[in-house]
């Protein structure tokens, strides 16, 4: 039997920047990723949303690519959103992501990142985010 395990600390925001997930739907939203991943056998071991971006943590299985699990996960949320109606106006994310592999050391430090994105967001934009991130892991 094969094992492999291929941490991935992914993060995607709408494809408008201005456009604002409701922080009252925001549960119903990640319950939705969370019993949607499920039925695709990804793992999905920690989500958050923040107001116009997502942070995720996966482990990739032995046949999965991010580049797949990435175009599950954001294609069909999508699709899922624009039916509730949770906005006046059509919703898709943005086509480009990020994703990191995480070492499992690491785990619970990204796991904490992740929950508490509404208070780093206190203090940090999703551009300030996004150039953390690329001056420290390129």
């Known amino acids: 039997m094969s094992y492999t395990t291929h941490w991935l600390h992914c993060v995607w925001r709408t494809k408008d920047n201005n456009i604002i997930l409701p922080h009252k739907h925001r549960p119903d939203i990640l319950a939705h990723f969370r019993e949607y991943t499920k039925g695709k056998s990804i793992m999905l071991d920690y989500i958050n949303l923040h107001k116009n971006h997502v942070h995720a943590l996966i482990n990739l299985g032995k046949e999965q690519s991010i580049s797949k699990v990435m175009q599950l996960i954001k294609g ?33 430090r990204v796991r904490n990142y992740i929950a508490n994105q509404d208070e780093h967001h206190k203090n940090m934009t999703w551009e300030e985010e996004v150039d953390k991130f690329l001056d420290k892991w390129g």
């Open 76 to 108: 069909e949320s999508a699709h899922w959103i624009n039916n509730q109606k949770f906005l006046r106006v059509q919703f898709s994310w943005q086509d480009d992501y990020y994703a990191v592999s995480v070492s499992p050391s690491h785990i619970e």
